[in-house]
């Protein structure tokens, strides 16, 4: 038999109920073999399992997974908060819950991820669990679930500080990029068109025309930009091409669709809404299509 002691009864009643449902669901039957106990003068709680000699190694490994995975699930938000509440110092709740969702989608890959943003994927932190977890069960060793977590698992909290100060670099990012549309939306509604339309070229560099097809020249677009907000000062400036459209404020902005990355456009398009046309028949110019990190 194995013995798992709690001091949080909650926690203890968790991982019992997640251990029945989930050997119930691989053997079929209900799983009596499990208990959870609680002794009121000690504050203690205590989750028995004695399945082993019914099931083999399957449902040993069953038994190592659950509590991996639900060690993994709980403390990973637990672990996640703590160091924004107390390392970070971030008090607001929508901020750190914020920062949260973006810790997750960048622990948990999609399939369309090609490039891993943190040293540490999250399969590799939950094998580190389950490495840990898995003598205890294959041995029988009855322990503190308190002192497991306290020690055996410092290092994989610590493997968490990297992912959070990643998530805050996103988040902070996010909450510029943010900042930066509703600057251009408020220079948009608040300024006359400098230029009726405009005819955005990528080739050899991005160039703007006006409605006559006539070459907006550089100088006139530096001149305008000394009025915009300057987050594009870090791009060259043959590179800049959200703060010229924005300094122009034209009614119109016509740009190859098949040459308009996605990024681009949803940029594009959060700024200048309905003033924006993706053109799908313009063949006199050939364009480069530009990937902005903005």
Not at 196 to 224: A, H, L, P, S
Request: proline content about 3%; charged content about 30%.
């Amino acid at each position: 038999m194995l013995t798992i002691e709690f001091k949080d009864s909650f926690l203890g009643e968790t991982f019992y109920e997640q251990l029945r449902h989930s050997l119930s669901i691989l053997t079929g039957q209900k799983c009596d073999h499990i208990q959870f106990s609680v002794a009121k003068t000690e504050k203690r709680f205590f989750l028995s399992i004695d399945v082993f000699s019914q099931g083999g190694q399957d449902k040993e490994q069953a038994i190592i997974t659950v509590l991996t995975n639900t060690t993994a699930r709980i403390f990973f938000v637990r672990w996640v908060e703590e160091y924004l509440r107390k390392t970070f110092h971030y008090e607001d709740d929508h901020e750190i819950q914020a920062i949260m969702e973006t810790a997750k989608m960048l622990f948990f890959p999609t399939s369309s991820e090609k490039q891993q943003i943190i040293s540490m994927s999250f399969i590799e932190w939950q094998q580190e669990v389950y490495n840990q977890l898995a003598p205890f069960v294959n041995e029988r060793i009855s322990f503190s679930f308190d002192s497991f977590i306290s020690f055996r698992l410092q290092s994989c909290k610590e493997k968490l500080l990297e992912l959070v100060e990643k998530a805050i670099d996103e988040y902070r990012m996010e909450m510029d990029y943010q900042m930066m549309l509703q600057k251009c939306r408020d220079f948009l509604e608040q300024n006359p068109p400098k230029v009726e339309t405009v005819y955005v070229y990528m080739k050899n560099g991005i160039k703007f025309y006006d409605g006559k097809k006539r070459e907006i020249t550089f100088e006139q677009v530096c001149k305008w930009l000394e009025t915009v907000t300057p987050f594009e000062k870090f791009l060259p400036l043959h590179e800049r091409m959200i703060g010229p459209l924005v300094s122009m404020a034209p009614k119109k902005i016509v740009i190859k669709s098949e040459e308009c990355d996605d990024d681009l456009f949803h940029t594009l398009k959060n700024i200048f809404e309905e003033r924006i046309v993706l053109d799908e028949d313009e063949k006199e110019v050939q364009y480069r299509s530009v990937r902005y990190g903005i």
